[in-house]
Every structure is written in C-alpha cells, then in structure tokens.
C-alpha cells in the first residue's frame, strides 16, 4: 500500500524553525513531484513548495520564498521542509502529497496525500 507519512509539526515562536519530513513507504518518491500544501480554517489549501521528481527542480510559494526550503534524500525515500524564520501567518496543518514528475499549483492534480502535520506559531 502506497502511503505518505508526514512529521515535525510542532510550536514555535515567530522566528522560529521546523523541519518537516514526508516519507514514502510502498513506493519510491524519487520520480514523483512531491508538494507540501498548508490549510487553515479560514484559507484554501495553499501549496508553499514542490520539489520535482527526478530533476529536484524547486518552486516555492512567493511568501515562503527565502525561508522555506524543500529537498529530498532519495536513500531515506523522504522529502523534508526546512522552515526558518516562522511567521504568525505560516502556521496550518501541512500536507505533503505526491504526483508523477512535475510540479503542479492545483491540489487535485496529487495523486498520494500524507494525513498531515500541526505547525503553530505563536509567542
């Protein structure tokens, strides 16, 4: 059975960091696109960042950009986000979800979801 396990949520005052993990079991996540999404009670489910399969090539949101990133150890089959710098506004459930290849900004087009990871930010 194919399945995302996400981890590394947590509290964190502003300014913080966390780092998120997204490992795979069943199959391997080194050609997939893998997208970390966040959702909030009062926003749609936003992707913050996407790390291509095969290629690694990154996109990130433009408000996480400079603070987040993405990348992938394809021994460990995982995907990790590095958060620094939290903001009030970062916080959410983050999800990661896995696609074929390439990176896409609509949740739809991901075809495997983790159950999700709690951030919280707050002083």
């Known amino acids: 059975q194919s399945q995302l396990v996400e981890s590394g949520g947590g509290l964190v005052q502003p300014g913080g960091s966390l780092r998120l993990s997204c490992a795979g079991s069943g199959f391997g996540l080194d050609s997939y696109a893998i997208g970390w999404f966040r959702q909030t009670p009062t926003k749609e489910r936003e992707e913050v960042s996407c790390i291509s399969g095969y290629t690694g090539l990154t996109h990130y949101t433009d408000s996480v950009k400079g603070r987040f990133t993405i990348s992938r150890d394809n021994a460990e089959n995982t995907v990790y986000l590095q958060m620094n710098d939290l903001k009030l506004e970062d916080a959410g459930v983050y999800y990661c979800?896995?696609?074929?290849?390439?990176?896409?900004?609509?949740?739809?087009?991901?075809?495997?979801w983790g159950q999700g990871t709690q951030v919280a930010v707050s002083s």
């Open positions: 979800a896995a696609k074929s290849l390439t990176c896409s900004w609509s949740w739809s087009q991901y075809e495997y």
